[in-house]
């Protein structure tokens, strides 16, 4: 009944539309002072020790050298070097927003600002080249998630945090599953528009020299990008000190070779990084008061006790774990899912003896997707704005490529190959 009780609460306050992180610290006081018989000194220490962890300083330096990169040139030479690689092909210019939001997503570390930017530059293009509108947005709009998957992700770094895992062990596992997303996107981009005929003023015959050309241009970037995960994964580095590398590296490019990053804009990014990365804090630390009432209540052995007798198996498990996924993710931003969700669910799984990398990849691909989720997925909301198309209008455009993510997210559940290989390498 407490446990009920204490669920009512959180979904009552979310549903009045108050902010996460107050969602989060009351309805944690609230258990630990009444349930628990917490003092709130408790409660203060508890948001103390959850924060109190080296590798959460990365975050706001891997958030930095994604907006530098962004204000820059980096990431716009990227994009043209992704262009260069498909325009040859039918729906090239899908293709390349899949190809481009993959990349920066995992630069940015943020969804909304990749469907503003990759969206700003390549909407107005696909348009002149008589692309429908609703193939446009629904495409770079699912492809802005993306970034959630693909490494350096800020999701893949509080999922593995919270459950205890490896952030580096996490970040393998993310790129054989993103691939295949991209792979299956580009598919998807590739097979509308050549049976419909899109996008033929736009392809270019293959050439050489200007792919060759954009290559040169990008150098750089792709320079950043090899240092930051070559780094990592030959043990130079650890991905705290690798974030601090890479941004480094970053403003040497954008403001000593580039010079496009000046020292007023730096300022700026600064002050914007300060705040983005505090809000962050705000929500870990809520989601840690929370889950620490989650964890001295013991409610995670009483599930465990429930699930042993109405789930017989691991497969069922991995089922109810997606769906799951894609209704939480729908209501709640996923850093406070993760944190509510992994210390209940991942006993369960481990007790299933389904790896733990493989099943904090479902909760970053499955709380990604929730973005994405009419009603109340947030990128919905984004793209209408950009785009002034109705809500309807872009609820129906994003369907297409959402079951292709949901048909990824239920692949990837029951291939655990996909999610393993690449970690189980590193040992």
């Not at 959850?50 to 990169?69: A, E």
């Not at 009419?374 to 455009?397: D, N, R």
Request: hydrophobic share 60%; aromatic share 12%; net charge neutral.
């Amino acid at each position: 009944m407490e446990i009920i009780i204490m669920l009512l609460i959180l979904f009552a306050l979310l549903m009045l539309r108050i902010p996460i992180y107050i969602c989060l610290y009351f309805t944690g006081v609230l258990g630990l002072f009444f349930f628990a018989s917490m003092d709130l000194t408790f409660v203060a220490q508890t948001m103390l020790q959850k924060l109190d962890n080296f590798s959460l300083i990365c975050i706001p330096f891997f958030i930095f050298m994604g907006s530098v990169m962004v204000r820059g040139q980096s990431a716009n030479r990227l994009v043209q070097f992704a262009w260069k690689t498909v325009s040859w092909l039918p729906g090239g210019l899908g293709i390349t927003s899949v190809m481009s939001s993959g990349v920066f997503g995992a630069i940015s570390g943020s969804a909304i600002s990749t469907v503003v930017t990759i969206g700003g530059v390549l909407f107005p293009n696909m348009e002149r080249y008589k692309y429908p509108k609703a193939f446009s947005v629904g495409l770079v709009t699912a492809a802005s998630i993306l970034g959630m998957i693909i490494p350096p992700s800020i999701i893949m770094i509080i999922c593995a945090l919270t459950a205890g895992e490896s952030v580096l062990r996490l970040f393998a596992a993310g790129y054989l599953p993103g691939a295949l997303i991209m792979f299956l996107l580009s598919l998807y981009a590739w097979w509308v528009s050549h049976s419909k005929g899109l996008g033929k003023e736009a392809r270019e015959a293959f050439n050489i020299k200007e792919f060759l050309i954009a290559g040169k241009e990008a150098f750089f970037g792709i320079f950043i990008i090899a240092v930051l995960f070559g780094g990592i994964y030959s043990g130079a580095f650890t991905v705290t000190e690798a974030s601090v590398v890479a941004s480094v590296l970053v403003l040497i490019v954008e403001m000593a070779i580039y010079r496009a990053v000046t020292f007023k804009d730096l300022q700026e990014l600064i002050v914007v990084n300060g705040i983005i990365s505090g809000s962050l804090v705000i929500t870990v630390s809520g989601a840690g008061v929370i889950s620490e009432y989650i964890v001295l209540q013991q409610i995670p052995q009483t599930l465990l006790e429930v699930a042993m007798v109405y789930i017989p198996n691991p497969s069922v498990y991995l089922i109810f774990t997606c769906i799951a996924l894609l209704i939480v993710g729908t209501f709640m931003d996923p850093i406070g899912a993760i944190m509510i969700m992994i210390p209940i669910m991942m006993p369960i799984a481990k007790h299933m003896g389904i790896d733990p990398i493989h099943y904090c990849l479902l909760f970053s691909v499955g709380l990604g997707i929730g973005y994405i989720t009419p009603p109340l997925g947030l990128l919905l909301y984004t793209a209408q704005a950009i785009t002034k198309l109705s809500f309807v209008q872009v609820a129906k455009a994003i369907i297409p490529p959402l079951l292709i993510y949901i048909i990824a997210l239920f692949v990837l559940a029951f291939v655990p190959w996909l999610s393993t290989a690449i970690p189980n390498m590193l040992i």
